[in-house]
């Protein structure tokens, strides 16, 4: 048996790119018994087992403890309540990025705000007696949101298909859903309320509290962690490296202070080597030279380990039982 | 004492109604989701299920019990329906119960019939716990001064609804009194300005017109005619004036007067006496009538009581007047039970059923929970 269980999604975009930031960060992913198998190896990691599901699954697996890490949707992992706490977001991956929003009828040109959105239900409710129907498949986050913004004479649909479709199809008067260009919410003649933003979602590395961390396992994934951060590191900074030639030390050091480097070698005669972030890198060497430096070079790294991780040491802390 | 407690509260509710009534445990969670709100998804034990089939276990037995009305269906003369049966409410706390079992009655009858009743059903269920040995402490109030309250300032119309609005949601008042005192500035709406200069039809227009422009399709429950209406209204609150602070003040301290009954009367009739009252008629009527139902229920023999225009309970059916009686004895499982008027439930659950009363009917109850009027007994 694997020491660690990882979830990835099985099919579509968010697939491809976990997929892509795994293999960039030198663990790729490789499914056993060809393209449908549901099972998968992590390059270099032999006690990692990587399991396809949907995001949906994921969540679910990740709240029941069933895996030990997962990569989902915020808006997923929030929707799970007071489960919520069993989760721990380890890292932010800058993909599947989406806003969860209340969304009205275009029309609707005197509602532009929350505060619209609650005289115009109670106006409804006055009315027909009927409340204003909201279609969502976020029931959870829906209800805590409206709530929040003291929004009561509503009631929710739950919606497991289009939710965009919900108010054109006669079921519906508003909608809370996740949309990224906006652009499906107007081909639905719906807009976003002003300040009815509920969540900027984005695809998340989680890890799950109730999966059993033993020592093995918080191992095996503090060094994958430990691999991911130094990708990440490696890709920003850039190593210079220059002859030390006729500039002073203590002149070369502060540059290296006030460029935000750090040095990367004890001591080398004659050398000064130092890391840098990327986009300081050319003016750092211009004036490394200017100094008397050179000649100065600057490489690229493709990972960058630290002693200690700050992932990895922020999730064992975040795992230690509160 | 040896008089058992679930005797004594159905022999209460037999004084009351003569039909009693077995109604299904499952009931349309949509039912209460429409009276209650959403926030009843995490109060009562829903079951899963398509969401006009969705069932959830009863979490009282008013409405249950207006159901049943609806399907005897017979409004020739008022009636009432007693029951006793179990209900279903999920707890935070620990200590309360989440299934326990409900006696009660529920009264029907022309709203000029009704107000008489009030005092009855009230003593009722007050003389149950005195057979048993139980002295409660009274907690009442009243939905109709709370209104009249409101309305006898004449606040600026859009704030006498959200005022009325934030009754029964828990700190609402306050928060809601807190924003009409120093409202954000109202939203610069041009349209609205210039609609608002316009005639109906021509406003109307107007919205049709921009519409198809831009290409939008009208989706949603509204109407042009609506939204056109509040663009008018938005319009017009930019010019509006301010709600007044002293009327503010006014409703904050009525709806925060909490003494014995009398006494909470007589604070309330001074309060109507100043400027701030614009119309104190209606107000004065509603203490007047409030108080009358007091002398009624303090005749033979006065329980210890409180009033206040700020008290309702429960699931918020109510809109008339409420009571609650309590055992302080037992800490947080001091309520016995209570129970007041609810018109409004009736008429919203008739119009979901497409059939019922004549809207001149109005309804009330109480519901009392034998077991722990057991426990305050001993």
């Given at each position: 048996m694997s020491a660690l269980t990882i979830a990835v999604p099985s099919k579509g975009r968010l697939q491809e790119q976990t997929l892509a930031f795994f293999a960039d960060c030198g663990l790729a992913i490789s499914q056993d018994g060809?393209?449908?198998?549901y099972v998968a190896r992590m390059a270099g990691q032999g006690d990692v087992e990587v399991r396809l599901l949907s995001a949906g699954d994921i969540t679910a697996a990740l709240r029941d403890g069933d895996v030990h890490v997962g990569v989902t949707g915020e808006d997923l992992l929030r929707e799970l309540g007071p489960a919520f706490e069993r989760i721990v977001m380890v890292k932010p991956l800058g993909f599947g990025r989406a806003d969860l929003v209340v969304a009205a009828p275009a029309a609707w040109l005197d509602v532009t705000t929350m505060a619209d959105l609650d005289e115009v239900s109670a106006a409804m409710r006055a009315r027909t007696g009927k409340r204003l129907r909201v279609a969502t498949k976020y029931l959870k986050q829906t209800h805590a949101f409206l709530d929040g913004r003291g929004v009561d004479d509503y009631r929710i649909v739950e919606s497991l298909g289009a939710t965009e479709g919900a108010p054109a199809a006669g079921v519906a008067d508003v909608i809370v859903d996740i949309t990224t260009t906006g652009q499906t919410l107007a081909a639905n003649h719906l807009k976003t309320l002003t300040?009815?933003?509920i969540l900027k979602s984005q695809a998340q590395l989680a890890a799950s509290r109730a999966a059993s961390w033993t020592p093995a396992a918080k191992a095996t994934f503090a060094a994958i962690l430990d691999q991911i951060e130094a990708r990440e590191q490696g890709r920003s900074l850039k190593l210079v490296r220059a002859a030390v030639g006729g500039a002073s030390a203590d002149a070369l050091n502060q540059l290296i202070a006030r460029m935000g480097g750090r040095l990367a070698s004890e001591s080398e005669p004659g050398l000064i080597a130092f890391y840098c972030p990327a986009e300081r890198a050319p003016e750092a060497s211009a004036a490394a030279a200017a100094l008397g430096a050179g000649p100065v070079g600057v490489f690229g790294s493709d990972y960058v380990f630290e002693r200690v991780g700050t992932l990895s040491a922020r999730f064992g802390e975040a795992l230690a039982p509160r | 004492m040896s008089v058992d407690a679930s005797l004594a509260l159905r022999a209460a509710a037999s004084a009351l109604a003569a039909t009693w009534i077995d109604p299904p445990v499952l009931q349309p969670a949509g039912l209460y989701l429409e009276l209650a709100g959403e926030d009843i998804r995490a109060r009562a034990y829903m079951l899963a299920g398509d969401d006009d089939a969705a069932l959830c276990l009863?979490?009282?037995m008013t409405a249950p019990a207006v159901r049943e009305a609806l399907k005897r269906n017979d409004w020739s003369a008022a009636f009432g329906l007693a029951y006793d049966g179990l209900v279903f409410r999920r707890q935070t706390d620990n200590a309360k119960e989440s299934e326990f079992r409900q006696i009660g009655a529920e009264v029907f009858a022309p709203v000029t019939d009704i107000a008489s009743r009030e005092a009855d059903i009230t003593i009722a269920a007050l003389d149950a716990c005195r057979a048993v040995g139980v002295q409660p402490r009274m907690r009442l109030g009243d939905v109709a001064v709370f209104e009249a309250i409101v309305d006898a300032c004449a606040l600026p119309e859009s704030w006498t609804r959200r005022v009325k609005r934030a009754f029964s949601r828990p700190g609402g008042l306050a928060t809601v009194l807190r924003e009409a005192a120093a409202p954000p500035a109202p939203e610069e709406s041009i349209l609205g300005e210039a609609l608002a200069a316009l005639p109906d039809e021509r406003a109307e227009a107007v919205v049709e017109e921009l519409l198809a422009d831009a290409r939008i399709v009208l989706v949603g429950g509204r109407t042009v005619a609506e939204i056109a209406a509040r663009l008018r209204e938005k319009g017009r609150a930019m010019h509006a004036p301010r709600a007044d602070a002293q009327a503010l003040a006014l409703i904050a301290e009525a709806t925060a007067i909490e003494a014995a009954p009398d006494a909470a009367f007589e604070q309330l009739r001074k309060i109507a006496a100043r400027p701030s009252a614009k119309n104190p008629t209606a107000l004065l009527a509603a203490i007047d009538r409030a108080s009358a139902r007091w002398d009624a229920v303090k005749r033979d023999n006065a329980p210890e009581a409180t009033f206040s225009a700020g008290f309702g309970r429960g699931l918020?059916?109510?809109?008339g007047f409420v009571f609650e009686l309590e055992a302080p004895l037992l800490g947080v499982r001091a309520s016995l039970g209570g129970g007041g008027r609810y018109d409004g439930l009736l008429q919203r659950i008739t119009s979901s059923q497409g059939s019922g009363p004549p809207a001149s009917w109005g309804a009330a109850g109480f519901a009392m929970r034998p077991a722990r009027l057991a426990e305050a007994a001993q």
């Amino acid at each position: 048996m694997s020491a660690l269980t990882i979830a990835v999604p099985s099919k579509g975009r968010l697939q491809e790119q976990t997929l892509a930031f795994f293999a960039d960060c030198g663990l790729a992913i490789s499914q056993d018994g060809g393209k449908r198998g549901y099972v998968a190896r992590m390059a270099g990691q032999g006690d990692v087992e990587v399991r396809l599901l949907s995001a949906g699954d994921i969540t679910a697996a990740l709240r029941d403890g069933d895996v030990h890490v997962g990569v989902t949707g915020e808006d997923l992992l929030r929707e799970l309540g007071p489960a919520f706490e069993r989760i721990v977001m380890v890292k932010p991956l800058g993909f599947g990025r989406a806003d969860l929003v209340v969304a009205a009828p275009a029309a609707w040109l005197d509602v532009t705000t929350m505060a619209d959105l609650d005289e115009v239900s109670a106006a409804m409710r006055a009315r027909t007696g009927k409340r204003l129907r909201v279609a969502t498949k976020y029931l959870k986050q829906t209800h805590a949101f409206l709530d929040g913004r003291g929004v009561d004479d509503y009631r929710i649909v739950e919606s497991l298909g289009a939710t965009e479709g919900a108010p054109a199809a006669g079921v519906a008067d508003v909608i809370v859903d996740i949309t990224t260009t906006g652009q499906t919410l107007a081909a639905n003649h719906l807009k976003t309320l002003t300040d009815g933003l509920i969540l900027k979602s984005q695809a998340q590395l989680a890890a799950s509290r109730a999966a059993s961390w033993t020592p093995a396992a918080k191992a095996t994934f503090a060094a994958i962690l430990d691999q991911i951060e130094a990708r990440e590191q490696g890709r920003s900074l850039k190593l210079v490296r220059a002859a030390v030639g006729g500039a002073s030390a203590d002149a070369l050091n502060q540059l290296i202070a006030r460029m935000g480097g750090r040095l990367a070698s004890e001591s080398e005669p004659g050398l000064i080597a130092f890391y840098c972030p990327a986009e300081r890198a050319p003016e750092a060497s211009a004036a490394a030279a200017a100094l008397g430096a050179g000649p100065v070079g600057v490489f690229g790294s493709d990972y960058v380990f630290e002693r200690v991780g700050t992932l990895s040491a922020r999730f064992g802390e975040a795992l230690a039982p509160r | 004492m040896s008089v058992d407690a679930s005797l004594a509260l159905r022999a209460a509710a037999s004084a009351l109604a003569a039909t009693w009534i077995d109604p299904p445990v499952l009931q349309p969670a949509g039912l209460y989701l429409e009276l209650a709100g959403e926030d009843i998804r995490a109060r009562a034990y829903m079951l899963a299920g398509d969401d006009d089939a969705a069932l959830c276990l009863r979490p009282d037995m008013t409405a249950p019990a207006v159901r049943e009305a609806l399907k005897r269906n017979d409004w020739s003369a008022a009636f009432g329906l007693a029951y006793d049966g179990l209900v279903f409410r999920r707890q935070t706390d620990n200590a309360k119960e989440s299934e326990f079992r409900q006696i009660g009655a529920e009264v029907f009858a022309p709203v000029t019939d009704i107000a008489s009743r009030e005092a009855d059903i009230t003593i009722a269920a007050l003389d149950a716990c005195r057979a048993v040995g139980v002295q409660p402490r009274m907690r009442l109030g009243d939905v109709a001064v709370f209104e009249a309250i409101v309305d006898a300032c004449a606040l600026p119309e859009s704030w006498t609804r959200r005022v009325k609005r934030a009754f029964s949601r828990p700190g609402g008042l306050a928060t809601v009194l807190r924003e009409a005192a120093a409202p954000p500035a109202p939203e610069e709406s041009i349209l609205g300005e210039a609609l608002a200069a316009l005639p109906d039809e021509r406003a109307e227009a107007v919205v049709e017109e921009l519409l198809a422009d831009a290409r939008i399709v009208l989706v949603g429950g509204r109407t042009v005619a609506e939204i056109a209406a509040r663009l008018r209204e938005k319009g017009r609150a930019m010019h509006a004036p301010r709600a007044d602070a002293q009327a503010l003040a006014l409703i904050a301290e009525a709806t925060a007067i909490e003494a014995a009954p009398d006494a909470a009367f007589e604070q309330l009739r001074k309060i109507a006496a100043r400027p701030s009252a614009k119309n104190p008629t209606a107000l004065l009527a509603a203490i007047d009538r409030a108080s009358a139902r007091w002398d009624a229920v303090k005749r033979d023999n006065a329980p210890e009581a409180t009033f206040s225009a700020g008290f309702g309970r429960g699931l918020a059916y109510y809109d008339g007047f409420v009571f609650e009686l309590e055992a302080p004895l037992l800490g947080v499982r001091a309520s016995l039970g209570g129970g007041g008027r609810y018109d409004g439930l009736l008429q919203r659950i008739t119009s979901s059923q497409g059939s019922g009363p004549p809207a001149s009917w109005g309804a009330a109850g109480f519901a009392m929970r034998p077991a722990r009027l057991a426990e305050a007994a001993q």
